[in-house]
């Protein structure tokens, strides 16, 4: 049973662009977080989505970035307009549900670098 | 709101020797608390954690943890330390529940293993 799936590991994108992240979450999960780890720094929570639904995106910045986990396919991140400031670490963990029984599994994440 | 303070950036320990990494919380309720590791380049693998019961938690790779509310902390704790064991170490608080299993990180404690 494979593990939750992040790709790219690494990319590296101009200011002004958009960068893409994927996140295919363990088998039969439906539940996907996305955080974000600054350097140096630790985790902040940055949405939560159950399949088609955003169910809270308190921690995502208001403007540039965008989530969706599609009924079909994987859970992207896009962040349009990348400025240095977004370079860090995207990680994304899934769970089967919620509550104790449901512990969350990360990925190993992808690194962006804002050039 | 929720929080995790984890006071020390830095660890360094001498290998076979023993390790604390200290982890004080914030939180309104009966938190649920857990201790991640993340080694360089890797996303976060799940230690321990603790719910509700026996307030001395067990965990991989010999690795325990101490619930204490009067000092509202939840401090990690190994014997005796492997070179292996060089990683940065995460304290997290929980509300897990119906609106998701969403964690609070604290900003990581990083440990160096001295030969």
């Known amino acids: 049973n494979a593990g939750v799936m992040q790709n790219p590991r690494h990319l590296v994108r101009r200011r002004g662009q958009e960068a893409r992240l994927r996140c295919s979450p363990m088998?039969?999960?439906?539940?996907v977080y996305w955080y974000r780890q600054l350097p140096e720094e630790g985790l902040k929570f940055m949405v939560y989505?159950?399949?088609?639904?955003?169910?809270?995106e308190s921690g995502m910045p208001k403007e540039r970035f965008s989530a969706e986990f599609p009924k079909e396919g994987p859970s992207i991140l896009r962040i349009q307009q990348v400025v240095r400031g977004d370079s860090a670490a995207y990680f994304c963990?899934?769970?089967?549900?919620?509550?104790?029984?449901?512990?969350?599994?990360f990925g190993n994440g992808t690194r962006l670098t804002v050039t | 709101a929720q929080s995790v303070t984890q006071p020390d950036i830095h660890i360094t320990v001498s290998e076979g020797a023993s390790l604390e990494l200290r982890c004080n919380y914030s939180y309104g309720a009966t938190p649920y608390l857990f201790w991640y590791v993340q080694s360089p380049g890797q996303g976060l693998q799940l230690l321990l954690k603790?719910?509700?019961?026996?307030?001395l938690v067990q965990g991989i790779k010999g690795f325990e943890a101490e619930f204490k509310r009067s000092q509202s902390s939840f401090n990690l704790r190994k014997p005796s330390v492997h070179w292996s064991d060089a990683a940065e170490y995460f304290c997290?608080?929980?509300?897990?529940?119906?609106?998701?299993?969403?964690?609070?990180f604290g900003g990581g404690t990083r440990v160096l293993v001295k030969p």
């Open positions: 088998k039969g999960h439906s539940h």
């Open positions: 963990a899934s769970s089967p549900g919620t509550g104790e029984n449901s512990p969350l599994h």
């Open positions: 603790y719910f509700s019961g026996d307030t």
């Open positions: 997290a608080v929980g509300a897990l529940g119906a609106a998701g299993n969403k964690l609070t």
């Open positions: 989505l159950q399949k088609e639904n955003i169910i809270d």
